[in-house]
């Protein structure tokens, strides 16, 4: 009977490992459908991007070679992202279908325009860049009345300090004389 315990125990002993060896190549396989299907959802989102992009071509070509306040591209990190400017940008929304237009502020992100449609968005942006095109115009012109008074340097305190000091040695060093010839 040991030895058909033996064949027994040996036989369980490979089913084991076997099965266990095909679950863990069926978890593997899982695990690569599950990267494979983020990873098509975020080539999804950079696609959306992507048009998103292409639609704001025309509105970017009309803005002057001068203005350097925009830097708009394509994101693709953790989070795909088509920056407008340095505070400025659209993500996709939590479904991937969409657009969320924000801007970072010093009390947080705010959100401008939220829409499935490119053309709203468009428009949002349009609307954006116009707005920080005038904030620049105004930033640039400084009139005559707010421009402010030039500052004079403090070299005429220096030197009043400078003659005092000369003034009061000459004066401890007289008096010091004149005490001296009182003594005599």
Do not use: C
Not at 66 to 91: C, K, N
Request: aromatic share 8%; net charge negative; no cysteine.
């Amino acid at each position: 009977m040991s030895d058909a315990q033996n064949t027994g125990s040996s036989a369980a002993s490979e089913a084991r490992p076997t099965r266990l060896r095909d679950a863990l190549r069926q978890a593997r396989i899982e695990a690569a459908d599950r990267t494979g299907v983020v990873v098509d959802l975020r080539d999804a989102e950079v696609a959306r991007l992507e048009i998103l992009n292409e639609a704001l071509d025309p509105l970017f070509a009309q803005v002057p070679e001068q203005v350097d306040l925009f830097d708009r591209g394509v994101s693709q990190g953790e989070t795909p992202r088509l920056w407008i400017d340095v505070v400025a940008h659209v993500l996709m929304g939590r479904d991937k279908r969409i657009y969320r237009f924000v801007q970072d502020t010093r009390f947080g992100r705010i959100v401008l325009a939220e829409s499935h449609d490119v053309e709203i968005i468009v428009k949002a942006v349009t609307d954006y860049v116009a707005r920080r095109m005038i904030e620049r115009e105004h930033a640039l012109v400084v009139t005559p009345a707010a421009a402010p008074a030039p500052v004079e340097k403090p070299r005429r305190g220096f030197w009043m300090f400078v003659f005092g000091f000369i003034v009061g040695a000459l004066a401890l060093f007289a008096l010091a004389l004149f005490a001296s010839f009182r003594d005599f």
